[in-house]
Structures are given as C-alpha cells and as structure tokens.
C-alpha cells in the first residue's frame, strides 16, 4: 500500500527556514507528478510548488524564489524547502502524488489531479 508521510513542519520567526520532507513508499517512480499543497484555517487548499518525474518544477507566484521543490530518488523523497518565510505562509502542509497523469500543465494547482495524499505536517510563522 502506497503511503505518503510528511515530516519537518514546526514553528519559525519571519524571514526563517524550513525544509519538509515527503516519504514515499511504493517508490517516487511510479508516480507521474508530485506535489506540495497548503491549507490555512478557512481558506481552501491551494496548490504550493509541484515537480514533474522529469524533474520540471512548478511554483504559486507567491512562494517562486523562496521555495524550491525536489525529489530524490534513492530514497523516495519529494522535498520542499523554504526560506524567507511569512506568517502568511503558517497552514498545514500536504504531499500529493498524481500516479494516473491528471496533473497537467492546467490542472497542476486542482487538488483533484492528485490521488495520493499524506496526513499533513503545520507550519507555523510568526511576526
């Protein structure tokens, strides 16, 4: 059974580091697009940073420059790190993983493009 476990959320200043990390079991490769959403208390889940199997990478307008998304294969790992970091940015993080092609490049950001899910770690930033 396919598992996706996040690890690495916690609570930073502004202008701070983070980096979460995404384990999967099963194997990276049989998955055609990975991903990071988010989810802040009222809001809707919103799409972060997404990496193709090839290695193309995808940000929201709102993270680009400060985070960066990448996957290691030897040990079945997508990671978000994250810098310079904003109490806007404070919301659960998911991994999510789109094993059938339903990301494409118009539906990257819809959270019905993935079929894999993890638990979610928080992060929290404070002013």
């Known amino acids: 059974q396919v598992q996706l476990v996040e690890s690495g959320g916690g609570s930073v200043q502004a202008g701070g580091s983070l980096t979460l990390s995404c384990a999967v079991t099963?194997?990276?490769?049989?998955?055609?697009?990975m991903g990071w959403f988010r989810q802040a208390p009222g809001k809707e889940r919103e799409g972060v940073a997404v990496i193709y199997s090839g290695g193309t990478t995808h940000y929201v307008d709102s993270v680009k420059g400060r985070f960066t998304i990448s996957l290691d294969k030897a040990k079945n790992t997508v990671i978000l790190q994250m810098k310079v970091l904003k109490p806007e940015d404070t919301a659960m993080y998911y991994c999510?993983?789109?094993?059938?092609?339903?990301?494409?490049?118009?539906?990257?950001?819809?959270?019905?493009?993935?079929?894999?899910w993890g638990q979610g770690t928080q992060v929290t930033v404070s002013s």
């Open positions: 099963g194997g990276i490769d049989s998955y055609y697009c």
């Open positions: 999510a993983a789109d094993s059938v092609g339903r990301a494409t490049r118009r539906t990257l950001w819809t959270a019905d493009s993935y079929n894999d």
